[in-house]
């Protein structure tokens, strides 16, 4: 049997664990890697618990950290675990992140079948912005935000980023954040590339590329819808966090300003919500995870209530007020941007 994996870092993210969780293994995915550091709301208690129920594999990482950071670290101590060396197709991913997949029955097995000679498939993102949500509510994300930036969007080009399935072939030593890292230069020949909507990519990404075409609809067969906003309560208190990869770089507006999109309505991923949902019900079902949803929900809501009493948190909640959605830019100014890269 074909094993697919996740491999994912966390940190305070147990309010949303549950629906993240159930629809990755309705969709067909068999073993979760979950490596978390510096739990304060219980996402790791909550990993424990779920661990025990055999839904997946928590791992702590207490550190030290890499010179990289806590998430660089995360998949370093996971290149040598044995569901990465077991598993048969491998993908890095975040919490904020929904494989979403348009294809048949909307399930791996689907996907494969789809493209029977791939040996990497690019997910790109498809951004879904904050919908004009100010309050954090425990409601699923996939029906709370439904609008994203359009198929296709010539600026920026973060918002095509990739993350990618990958057969484990062997063909790259090192987990990635986006795409596996350093490849065999023997064995990355015979390795085939293809995009989300079934498009053979060219040698560049076997090795290095990081995005997709942007002039053009990447999403045919699969997309990875990414939520990196969600409310304005919880932007507010993931600038406090920070940014897991990226330690060195503050989240702030231009964050915001650069992802939040709400051109068209996006709903393909509700498609799987029944099988979601019954899996979602039945974590709920277990009297001690139900405790340790509630209590990570009530962490958030105290957190968020003790920031907002400082005015540097207020400012910034009241800067994400007035701030409308960010709009597409014409073709002909991204073209003045892109000359200059």
Request: glycine letters at 6%; aromatic letters at 10%; one cysteine or more.
């Amino acid at each position: 049997m074909v094993r697919s994996l996740i491999v994912t870092t966390q940190k305070n993210e147990g309010a949303f664990l549950l629906e993240w969780l159930a629809h990755h293994k309705s969709i067909g995915f068999d073993d979760i890697l979950v490596l978390s550091n510096d739990c304060s709301d219980g996402n790791d208690t909550m990993l424990d618990r779920l661990q025990d129920m055999g839904e997946l594999t928590h791992v702590r990482n207490d550190g030290p950290y890499d010179d990289r950071g806590i998430q660089f670290t995360a998949l370093k101590i996971a290149e040598t675990h044995p569901l990465v060396q077991s598993a048969d197709w491998i993908v890095s991913m975040d919490i904020d992140e929904f494989v979403n997949i348009h294809v048949g029955d909307h399930t791996l097995g689907a996907l494969y079948a789809a493209l029977p000679d791939a040996d990497a498939i690019t997910i790109t993102w498809r951004l879904f912005g904050n919908n004009g949500i100010i309050e954090y509510r425990d409601r699923f994300i996939t029906e709370q935000f439904i609008r994203a930036a359009p198929k296709v969007m010539h600026w920026p080009w973060r918002a095509f980023m990739i993350k990618t399935l990958y057969r484990n072939t062997g063909a790259y030593k090192k987990l990635g954040v986006h795409r596996p890292r350093s490849p065999d230069k023997e064995l990355i020949k015979q390795m085939k590339w293809v995009s989300g909507s079934g498009e053979v990519l060219s040698n560049a990404y076997k090795t290095q590329k990081l995005f997709s075409d942007f002039s053009k609809d990447n999403y045919e067969l699969v997309q990875m819808n990414h939520y990196p906003l969600g409310s304005m309560h919880s932007f507010v208190l993931k600038t406090l966090r920070g940014r897991s990869g990226h330690s060195y770089q503050p989240l702030n507006m231009d964050y915001w300003c650069d992802r939040n999109f709400s051109t068209e309505e996006d709903k393909t991923i509700l498609a799987q919500n029944l099988k979601t949902r019954e899996r979602y019900d039945a974590y709920l079902s277990d009297p001690q995870l139900r405790q340790l949803h509630q209590d990570a929900v009530t962490w958030r809501e105290k957190t968020l209530e003790t920031a907002l009493s400082e005015e540097e948190n207020r400012a910034l909640l009241g800067r994400l007020m007035i701030t409308p959605p960010s709009q597409p830019m014409p073709a002909r100014f991204a073209y003045n941007l892109h000359q200059f890269s």
